[in-house]
């Protein structure tokens, strides 16, 4: 591939990526499998990046887990594990209208457990279904191999990371639940979600300074805690035709506010209660 270096001359660059998987799935029985796979990614730099020195990014991640049904019980249980190398990082700040050139920052690792069960309350022998579900995740998601100051603050929101941090916006835990009922051709359900609080940037702490004298430092308006939230929304459903049906419900039920992100130009808040009507036209 060519590559446009920062002062616009043109260098032919020459970079390749393998990726792809392998992935199974073996019958114990016909209620029980286990499952699982291994798989190789990868994401390129830009051209600027290139030209600058950086390499392509490259992961490997592992999963194994096990499904099951008893009557109307469904779960599911997972085990995952992913290596990053070589991480990507956009630059951030660049003067004069110049190519945002891309960095390597050191590596990473994601590793957790993800838990899933479903129940029929009806036992799907009556004229109804009454679903319930619950499901969560527990995530370990930390950089490594961090080097000197390779993630300074000019690598968005990769900045300031060193070995051990939190990598931002990637919550420790998540939980789903929620319970319906369905009935001919009306629907309806009460859904949950939850995550734990997670950071804006690698940096783990509140807007950095520059020289102690209170100025703000670039990108600091991107650093600080991403707070955690949990949020209640109703579902309603009318199959009024074959093709045609009405929704409608109620999003952030609880009219609970926080801040759910800090990019690209610094906190936001998540939607307020919310009602919503609408339908839906299948061909």
């Not at 050191?106 to 004229?127: C, I, M, P, Q, T």
């Not at 968005?156 to 998540?174: C, M, R």
């Amino acid at each position: 591939m060519g590559s446009t270096s920062a002062a616009g001359a043109y260098a032919p660059t020459t970079n390749a990526m393998v990726m792809g998987g392998l992935g199974f799935t073996y019958a114990l029985n016909a209620e029980h499998s286990l499952f699982g796979g291994v798989y190789r990614g990868g994401s390129a730099a830009n051209p600027a990046g290139y030209a600058a020195g950086a390499t392509a990014e490259s992961s490997l991640g592992k999963e194994l887990g096990w499904r099951g049904r008893k009557g109307a019980t469904s779960w599911e249980l997972v085990a995952f594990h992913t290596d990053f190398h070589d991480l990507i990082a956009p630059v951030v700040g660049v003067a004069g209208g110049g190519l945002l050139a891309v960095t390597n920052g050191g590596g990473a690792v994601s590793y957790g457990l993800e838990a899933l069960l479903r129940h029929d309350l009806a036992g799907g022998e009556r004229g109804y279904k009454a679903p319930v579900y619950a499901g969560l995740t527990w995530t370990h998601a930390r950089f490594k191999d961090i080097v000197g100051s390779r993630l300074g603050n000019s690598a968005g929101l990769f900045a300031g990371a060193e070995n051990g941090h939190d990598i931002p916006y990637i919550p420790e835990w998540k939980l789903a639940a929620g319970a319906g009922l369905e009935s001919g051709p009306y629907a309806g359900s009460l859904d949950l979600s939850y995550y734990s609080a997670t950071w804006g940037t690698g940096y783990n702490a509140g807007p950095r300074l520059v020289d102690g004298t209170g100025a703000l430092a670039d990108p600091s308006a991107i650093d600080g805690r991403v707070d955690g939230l949990l949020t209640v929304d109703l579902n309603l459903r009318w199959q009024c035709t074959r093709s045609f049906r009405v929704v409608g419900g109620v999003q952030n039920l609880l009219d609970r506010r926080a801040i759910i992100s800090r990019a690209p130009l610094g906190a936001r808040a998540n939607a307020p209660r919310t009602l919503f009507l609408g339908g839906e036209l299948a061909f």
